[in-house]
């Protein structure tokens, strides 16, 4: 994924950003440090093996998260009050712990004594050690597979399923794998961004999207294991960590062997109206889970273009991808884990659009030369016009060749109309493969002159992505939000929703998870 | 060969030498249009759950997408391409001719009923008729998170050019942004009094947005006692106009409204209420 | 939230788990598929000869449009683009749900009913029961001038890796080439004492392949008393192949004909004739 | 028009390519040169005002040609029996001759005293001089008009409509002109070439094209016309000068201020099995017709790639433009007017389609700087997939925005099934209008490094040429063709339709149009 330089980049220039990016980046990192959310203590439980809802579909995570808030507070995390009362309790398992204490029949305490505190986190190491070491050998698992059958050439091809329903997302997911994917994400509900808990079992009935479900996860993973064998290619599985469970969604598709997740620092706060210290902490817990799990984050700086001006606001895509960078890298995400989004969205009226767009993409490309930079065909300017969509899509993917993105997102050519049919996606990749077949090594007759159109406006962009950068690292990204930057969309600090989730963490703070794997995965349980 | 001899003078305008109602104009009875007048041609494309991998298995796949361009009214249809989806479906691509006619003399188009206003000329209208602001509640309910279009009708910038209800000083707008749940929209639309409710829904999978509507005229049902609930209005850009009655909402926008269209219809229509209920 | 809970096995085929014939499989109704098993979801574009420039016009337009799509029965038809062709042309993209359902019952297929010879069983049989070569004569007849239809069939070069019929001994093949009048192919049949006669069309607009291939038809009525004309075979990629009898040809090949089937049907339908008939 | 370099060419290989082109191509010019044919001596009546058909259909033109043939060959030319019989006669006009001439009352001679020769040559002359001071009136609206209006940039869009009747043709070339067309076709019916007569009116019932006569022409020019008023610039009508009428089509074309014409050296030899020598000694008459008209001949290259490989046989695109140039500047056209064909017709399947494509295309723009180079859309690989189809027109449309093609024929996504929907060419007419918009200037980054993949490649077909043109010069062109040299197909000196209409001149040959033409346009009556 190296590309050749073709834009007479100033690397002074992209040092400049990186540094403004970390100092606006770091204090959020600090705040991540300090404080933990229901949802990532919900993940621990999930981690050490709790599944499962009530009757009336709440997760036991949920319940038993809940009983130990509403008795001691989370500000020590679950784990000591959990595995405490695990310890002292009636021997019995995380599950009937989770029952009675829904059922009012259980009293926390925070241990305080040493020798407790020591007893309860070893038993909660160990607990969680078990989801770890499961993620552990699903990454070992997609890694021989991978070393067996090999990985395709970039760009990748990323297909989208979103029927709502499960079983129809499988055979849909089949045929787009049979048909040339290379990876196939499943779409969410609408709705589930904004539930607080994580739904149960295979689901039929979604909007627009499926629900992201341990279940669903394991039996798309599964279809896709009997499809991979049959074509002898391994197919990747995305979903999304995202929304108000992010990181327990983040711990279940590790668990599941899911191989990217959308994942973006920002997008939660300005699209979902998610409260920005939630998001940024609930990122940073997701994002360590997904380094160990070798999973490939997609970040979403594609949405701003369908809010902003594609040419205007070209720059924030820039500067989100380099606050993206800094805060994955602070989790531990390795730079072929960034799966940076950015987006071909000009209207396609505007004189040189398809220029500009070769500029923009060229320029991602420079500046993240180790990334696998997921490329977002046009939605904005979509219509009903299936050929015009058709046609736009072709030069999305052309653009993709020639600019050598790592994983392109097929467009619909019913973009404007519908979530896919079988038979659109079935077209669009009969469009990217003779886009592919017909331009490979197209690229090699792509020299934009040094001070041409293409090199001048990637140089504008960079600087003005500098520009923004100098304010944000000024004022703070959470003032940045607030006034409107990315996506042209304010949120305040304390505003959206979820904020009732975050607490700070107390001195004694434990988390079982974050000890592992901050120790790396060289230490075990 | 048959020609037709056509008189050579010099150069008439060929406009004039096309029989009246050769290209429709004016026609009352009209037909799919290909390359010649009447030739009833339209393109069809579709999916069926056959197999179509094998010679057999796609000569029945061709044979059942037949059937059904039959079905539709298609005369000499034929199957220009078929592709099979593996395991078990085909894909075709059907030109055909089209028995059906179309009676220009049945289309009912749904005249604009209200007359369209410029801003001043609607504030104007609020100010003497009214002689008060009038408060617009509007949001994206249900799980919908698309706020772009109701932002085009609400926001100062606007859409097509044309100023967003923010920027009439004869509203004051409140916008709730997405994802609001029906009951939250109608509390607050009490809680200020409204004067009319405006909800926006763009995902239409499984009929997500006919759902949310519905949500929203249950919820004004408890609120307020019949008549005296605030104008409701809906958009969005899949919806059909004809719904109104079935939806039970005031009136429906669809893809393209212009704010000005909707400053228009509600001050309309909300002076057309105080005429009726003389409070 | 409706979900559904799937038993938490290891990892089984999840293809087990979808029930019964939702992908259709062994289905004897079927419907169109969209993204949901039974949707019915179908794609329709055609044009109207009616105005759309202005904003009535193009009201208009697209209730035409739907009344079109409504007589094809299309329920909760969505006409998503509409353009204007000036000066009176509208061009529409329409998607809806048919309430048709095709019967994979009734789909007839027409099979083959001559078992698919190789290049060495083709020229046994003929020596075998006719003894002598089989005389075949070709054109693309009337004014089209395609041949390379025509040319993949006879010629030894072939087409789809199959070599043409001037490759099989048993075969000597005549290859008159393009725009040969119907009369001159007939003649040319007699004097070569031709068995099969083969008519290549590719032009179809105004059903120029038709009356083509009817002028053959004819001209072989006045030349050979009836039983006795030549095997008359017609080809090119938009016959029906339901349309045989109606054509008066013994046999009509389509779009993708390879040279095998060609000949294999020639020499069953050769051999049938002389068990038939014995002369 | 100019192109610039990007292909290393050596100017010694073109050099040279021209030279054997000229050799090849020098034995025919004097064939053309020495012979005549009845549709050349046809084409003169044409031109001296004799119009109109008798109550079968068959022009006047016709009957009397065929009545001077019968009484005294036409190895003199047509001219002088017949104005001889004109002044020696009954005072009267070409028509009423023709009539009576065909009802077998009048006697012709070829006039023999000098003085008879010179009276009947001049009033000739006169006669004919007429026809050409309309074509010079013609060309000069032509350029008037677009000194006022301006020429589009290139490439210029061309699109075909092809209804079979001329009152279906109209409003569809007239909706295409305001959809952006630069140039219309009117394709003929299938029939026509064939015929060795021009049918006379306006015509409703031809075979996937309508047939090219008088009155069809002026019927659509005057539509266009309407149409040029209307857009404010001026809409280029094209016909076909091809087939056994080469020349009286030309002339006509000339009469009624078409602007393009097909017009191919060898076109009706390969594709219409019509005699070799007639086609040449036609061409040669059509094109003087052509020069003085301003007309800008399409020559047919592209058919070849219908039948043979557009790979293998990518060099004799080449050879044939070679030809087609030396006889186009032979018959003194300018390479202005030298609108040399050649197609997009490789095969979408094979690795680096695009890039082959794109070499040919660059190779024949650097070879022809001059020309207006005439790029034809994908046609073979078309099939029933509309979406396909619309795509790959999308890449001819690139690759002629990249290399600079003069005219491009714009493609339709329905090229495998039918002749042109009204909508077809609408939608045809915005995917180019996309990609003129969106890729304007993107040639500035286009720069195939010397010897990379696309400058190897167009030097490798350069260098097939050569040989193949050292072959064809050795053995003479019409043993060339009698090989199948060109579209797989072979034909036979002496084979072939419309032999018998071709007459080697006597001493004493005199044809007034050739005279006054080979005088050049000062010269006058
Ligand atoms: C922009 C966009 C987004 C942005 C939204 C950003 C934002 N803040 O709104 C982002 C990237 C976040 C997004 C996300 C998703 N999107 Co989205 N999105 C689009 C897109 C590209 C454009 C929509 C748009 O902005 N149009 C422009 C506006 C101006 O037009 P409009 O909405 O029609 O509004 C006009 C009229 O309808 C009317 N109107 C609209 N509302 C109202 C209200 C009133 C009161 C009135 C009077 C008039 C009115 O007036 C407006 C001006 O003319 C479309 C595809 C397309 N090209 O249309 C998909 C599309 C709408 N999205 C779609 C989907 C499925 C989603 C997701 C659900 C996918 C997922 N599962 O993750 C998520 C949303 C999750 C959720 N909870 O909803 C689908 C909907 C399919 C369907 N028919 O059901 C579409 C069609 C794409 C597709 N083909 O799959 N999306
Ligand atoms: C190549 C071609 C040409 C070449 C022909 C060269 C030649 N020597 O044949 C050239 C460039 C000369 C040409 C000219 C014209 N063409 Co053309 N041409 C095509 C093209 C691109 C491909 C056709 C082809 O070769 N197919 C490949 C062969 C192998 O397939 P096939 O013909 O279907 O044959 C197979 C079967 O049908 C069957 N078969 C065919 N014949 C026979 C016979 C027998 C006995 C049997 C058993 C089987 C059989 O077996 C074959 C192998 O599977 C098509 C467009 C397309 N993509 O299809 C247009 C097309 C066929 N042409 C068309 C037209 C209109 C013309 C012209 C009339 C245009 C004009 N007015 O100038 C002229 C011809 C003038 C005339 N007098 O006919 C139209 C026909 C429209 C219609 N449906 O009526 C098409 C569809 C293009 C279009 N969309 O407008 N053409
Ligand atoms: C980065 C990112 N996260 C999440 C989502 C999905 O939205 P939701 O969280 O509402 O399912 C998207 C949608 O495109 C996205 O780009
Ligand atoms: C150079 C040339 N001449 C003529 C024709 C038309 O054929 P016909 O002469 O049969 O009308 C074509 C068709 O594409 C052509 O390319």
Not at chain 1, 300 to 326: F, K, M, R
Not at chain 1, 340 to 349: K, M, S, V
Not at chain 1, 439 to 444: D, K, S
Request: charged share 25%; net charge negative; glycine share 8%.
């Amino acid at each position: 994924m190296t590309a050749s330089a073709k834009l007479n980049l100033d690397p002074g220039v992209a040092r400049r950003a990186r540094e403004l990016a970390a100092r606006a980046g770091a204090p959020v990192v600090a705040l991540a440090r300090t404080h933990t959310t229901v949802s990532v203590e919900r993940a621990v439980l999930r981690l050490a093996g709790l599944t499962g809802a009530d009757t009336d579909g709440m997760p036991w995570v949920n319940r038993l998260v809940d009983a130990v808030r509403d008795q001691v507070g989370l500000e020590h995390g679950v784990a000591l009050p959990v595995w405490d009362a695990l310890l002292i309790g009636d021997p019995g398992d995380l599950r009937t712990l989770a029952e009675k204490a829904s059922a009012g029949a259980v009293r926390f305490r925070v241990p305080a004594a040493r020798e407790d505190v020591t007893r309860a986190a070893a038993a909660a190491r160990r607990a969680v050690g078990a989801g770890l070491a499961r993620i552990d050998a699903n990454r070992r698992a997609r890694e021989r597979l991978l070393e067996r059958l090999g990985d395709p050439p970039p760009p990748w091809i990323y297909l989208i399923v979103a029927t709502g329903d499960i079983l129809e997302d499988i055979p849909q997911a089949q045929a787009a794998a049979r048909a040339g994917a290379d990876v196939v994400a499943v779409i969410r509900s609408t709705g589930q961004s904004l539930l607080d808990y994580v739904p149960e079992g295979a689901t039929r009935e979604g909007f627009a999207g499926t629900y992201a479900t341990q279940e669903n996860f394991r039996l798309m993973r599964a279809a896709l294991d009997d499809v991979s064998r049959e074509l002898g290619r391994y197919v990747r599985l995305t979903n999304y960590a995202s929304g108000l469970c992010m990181p327990e969604i983040a711990a279940l598709a590790g668990l599941e062997q899911l191989d990217m997740m959308l994942n973006d620092c920002m997008y939660g706060i300005i699209f979902r109206d998610i409260n920005p210290r939630r998001t940024f902490i609930d990122q940073h817990f997701s994002r360590q889970i997904h380094a160990r799990a070798g999973i490939v984050i997609n970040t979403g700086e594609d949405n701003y273009l369908t809010t902003a001006d594609a040419v205007e606001a070209a720059h924030t895509v820039v500067v989100s991808q380099l606050l993206n960078e800094y805060f994955g890298r602070a989790a531990g995400l390795a730079d072929a884990q960034l799966g940076l989004g950015h987006a071909f969205e000009i209207d396609p009226a505007v004189p040189d659009s398809f220029r500009l767009e070769v500029a923009h993409a060229q320029l991602v490309r420079e500046l993240f030369p180790a990334a696998p930079l997921k490329y977002m065909p046009p939605t904005r300017h979509m219509t009903g016009n299936i050929f015009a969509g058709y046609l736009l899509d072709a030069f999305f993917n052309l653009a993709g060749v020639l600019t050598g993105q790592g994983i392109l997102l097929v467009g619909m050519m019913t973009e404007g109309i519908h979530t896919p049919f079988l038979s659109d996606r079935d077209l669009a990749l009969e469009n990217v493969r003779y886009v592919r077949t017909a331009c490979r090594g197209l690229a090699e007759d792509f020299s934009p002159p040094p001070d041409g159109f293409v090199a001048t406006r990637a140089r504008q962009v960079l600087d003005e992505a500098v520009r923004l950068l100098e304010t944000v690292a000024e004022e703070g990204l959470f003032a940045a939000i607030a006034r409107g930057t990315f996506a042209g969309t304010s949120r305040a600090a304390d505003g959206g929703k979820g904020l009732d989730g975050v607490v700070p963490r107390a001195d004694g703070y434990r988390n079982p998870v974050t000890d592992l794997l901050e120790a790396g995965p060289e230490e075990r349980w | 060969m048959v020609t037709e001899t056509v008189s050579d003078e010099a150069r008439p305008s060929p406009a004039a030498q096309i029989r009246e109602g050769r290209t429709g104009e004016g026609a009352r009875i009209v037909r799919p249009y290909g390359d010649t007048t009447g030739d009833g041609m339209v393109q069809l494309s579709f999916t069926l759950p056959v197999p179509a991998g094998t010679e057999d298995d796609r000569a029945r796949a061709e044979g059942a997408a037949l059937q059904l361009a039959r079905a539709m009214g298609l005369e000499a249809a034929m199957v220009v391409h078929t592709k099979a989806i593996p395991p078990s479906f085909a894909f075709f691509v059907v030109y055909g001719r089209v028995r059906h006619r179309v009676d220009m003399s049945r289309v009912t188009v749904r005249e604009r009923d209200y007359p369209l206003l410029s801003v001043a000329e609607a504030n104007l209208a609020v100010r003497s008729t009214l002689g008060r602001t009038i408060v617009l509640v509007g949001a994206t309910v249900g799980t919908d998170a698309h706020t772009v279009g109701l932002d085009a009708i609400l926001n100062v910038k606007g859409f097509a050019g044309e100023k967003g209800l923010e920027a009439y000083r004869a509203f004051r707008v409140v916008n709730l942004g997405a994802q609001v749940e029906a009951a939250a929209l109608v509390a607050r639309a009490e809680a200020e009094r409204a004067d009319a409710i405006l909800v926006s829904q763009v995902v239409t999978q499984r009929d997500a947005h006919l759902q949310a509507v519905r949500e929203v005229v249950a919820a004004t049902r408890t609120a307020w006692p019949p008549g005296e609930r605030p104008l409701l209005v809906a958009g969005g850009p899949r919806f059909d106009p004809a719904a109104v009655a079935d939806l039970g909402v005031d009136r429906v926008f669809c893809k393209g409204t212009t704010p000005r269209e909707v400053a228009s219809y509600v001050v309309s229509a909300l002076v057309a209420r105080l005429q009726r209920t003389p409070s």
